[in-house]
């Protein structure tokens, strides 16, 4: 892809975040498009492309009044949305649309219109993990993050210390769900979930939403919003089994897609001034950061543990409080897409100094998938 040819117009959240016992999960979907429409100036007749995931594009388009010209319903799990991203920009670059909303909404809380999911017994998880216990994602990281603390020989206060830490980015952030400082003990005596995660290492469970709105970049220019460009993307899939992962210390999928965005975007790291790490529960921003090369196998604890990315620190990391402390729905990959859009803007509510470039990176079920997004606000 053609480096800066697609810009980010439009995003925005639902009105909303947390709990919203008075909306259905398609409703959360419109309020978050017509927000996302309002930023960009632009109104329904105006989008001629629709992603989504979790509800059928084809519903949220029918529900929103549009009739796309491209659609995009791929879904798997919480990084779609970066995965929406890439696919939207290749199709504008190719004529087939102009105008692309992505859109991701759940009551993952009140599970107002909710879909239900449930794992076929005659899948592979159904067949081969299923009947061991290996039912829910607790249950399912436990596995590849006690491998990785024994190898790498990372602790249970270093792991807690990545929920302390982003509780400080959640302090700033008034639309977090959770702003009191905590402490490495406060989350070792939260109530055990599932060895080694306790309650405040494990993700939010929540109601809300965001879209965003992509076009491209010479149109862009004339849009109300500074434009955030996409400067590279990548994506993977490993495996739907996360005992059947090639390496439980690291993720195939994120190397991959890590490896692709920083190619196309031809940065180096150093190069990057912010950074979002999806992080369902604790451990994953160790695997983000190692696995994309900010850090060597093993020293990713050490570095967060030593506010490299903590407010101040040189590589700050999921400025809005993350999953763990800011929100998240069950699909967490468009939060953080959204807060690298507003850093590059410079909305955000804990904003880093002088942010150019951001990095967006999520996964898709338990390891499984991977997205990777590198913004920049810089014009081509």
């Known amino acids: 892809m053609k480096q800066k040819s697609i810009a980010i117009v439009g995003a925005a959240e639902t009105t909303e975040l947390g709990k919203i016992p008075d909306m259905s999960q398609i409703a959360l979907h419109a309020d978050a498009a017509l927000n996302a429409m309002a930023d960009a100036g632009l109104k329904p007749s105006d989008i ?84 061991y216990g290996v039912t829910n994602p607790p249950t399912m990281f436990t596995i590849p993050v006690l491998r990785y603390m024994k190898e790498r020989g990372v602790t249970e206060e270093q792991l807690a210390n990545v929920a302390v830490v982003q509780r400080e980015w959640a302090a700033m952030n008034p639309r977090a769900s959770f702003r009191d400082p905590i ?114 196998p093993g020293e990713a604890a050490d570095f967060i543990w030593e506010r490299n990315t903590a407010p101040g620190g040189k590589l700050p990391l999921n400025t809005n409080g993350g999953g763990l402390s800011y929100m998240h729905s069950g699909m967490y990959g468009m939060y953080a897409l959204q807060e690298s859009v507003r850093q ?17 990176h999520g996964v898709g079920g338990m390891f499984g998938a991977s997205g990777t997004i590198i913004f920049s606000n810089e014009a081509p």
């Not at 696919?87 to 102009?98: F, K, P, Q």
């Not at 590059?344 to 951001?358: E, F, T, Y």
Request: glycine share 10%; proline share 5%.
């Open 48 to 131: 001629d492309g629709v992603a989504t995931a979790g509800e059928s594009p084809t519903e949220t388009a029918h529900y929103l009044g549009i009739t796309p010209k491209w659609v995009d319903g791929t879904s798997v799990g919480g990084c779609s949305f970066m995965l929406h991203v890439r696919h939207a920009a290749a199709a504008i670059n190719e004529g087939l649309c102009s105008t692309v909303l992505i859109t991701h909404a759940e009551s993952g809380r009140s599970r107002v219109g909710a879909r239900r999911f449930a794992r076929s017994p005659q899948s592979l998880q159904g067949q081969f993990e299923l009947p």
């Open 183 to 296: 402490t490495v003990d406060d989350v070792l005596n939260s109530r055990m979930i599932a060895y080694p995660f306790r309650l405040l290492m494990c993700c939010l469970v929540t109601d809300g939403g965001g879209a965003l709105i992509l076009t491209n970049a010479d149109r862009a220019k004339d849009m109300p919003q500074k434009p955030v460009y996409i400067l590279g993307t990548g994506e993977s899939v490993e495996t739907p089994m996360i005992s059947q992962m090639e390496d439980f210390t690291s993720s195939k999928a994120f190397r991959v897609s890590g490896t692709q965005a920083f190619t196309e975007a031809g940065i180096t790291h150093n190069d990057v001034d912010h950074l979002m790490i999806y992080d369902a529960f604790a451990h994953l921003p160790f695997y983000g950061l190692e696995d994309l090369g900010f850090c060597k």
């Open 344 to 360: 590059l803007r410079g909305s955000a509510p804990a904003q880093v100094d002088g942010a150019k470039i951001s990095v967006s």
